[in-house]
């Protein structure tokens, strides 16, 4: 198995229960075929570098992954016929080098999974003191 990275871009017109369809068909889609998800990095709604189809913001979401690589040709082809995926990309880790920093990459998402809800609590926390 080869290591994965993908990111993919949603429309912002999508509701919040819309994106996370979107989201689990595509983490449902790597498990189905033989692909191994080590980690998912939600990165939220934020502004495009440019226009696309006529959006000035896109969510955002990473998964890291372990698959073989008719894995990926079936994703970038789920991908392509969405018209809800503004843009994607799937990056291959080869060398050991590469690998070690998909590791950090993948340690850095399940931590921080971990520290944002402690965040939420003391932001909770500091309005309630208020």
């Known amino acids: 198995m080869r290591f994965y990275e993908t990111m993919f871009v949603v429309k912002p017109t999508l509701t919040q229960e819309e994106i996370t369809q979107k989201i689990d068909f595509y ?3 790597i498990i189905n075929n033989g692909g191994e998800i080590s980690a998912t990095l939600d990165m939220g709604m934020r502004n495009l570098a440019y ?3 006529k959006n000035k ?3 955002y979401f990473v998964i890291y ?3 073989e690589p008719k894995l990926v ?3 970038e082809r789920l991908y392509r016929i969405n018209e809800d ?3 994607f990309i799937v990056i291959k880790y080869d060398s050991k080098k590469e690998q070690k920093a998909w590791e950090i990459l993948v340690d850095r998402a399940i931590n921080n999974k971990k520290s944002a809800p402690l965040k939420e609590k003391e ?3 500091k309005v ?3």
Do not use: D, N, S, V
């Open 27 to 29: 983490k449902t889609a």
């Open 51 to 53: 226009e696309i189809k």
């Open 57 to 59: 913001r896109g969510y």
């Open 65 to 67: 992954f372990k698959a």
């Open 73 to 75: 040709l079936e994703l």
């Open 85 to 87: 995926i503004l843009r």
């Open 123 to 125: 932001a909770e926390e």
């Open 128 to 130: 309630a003191q208020e």
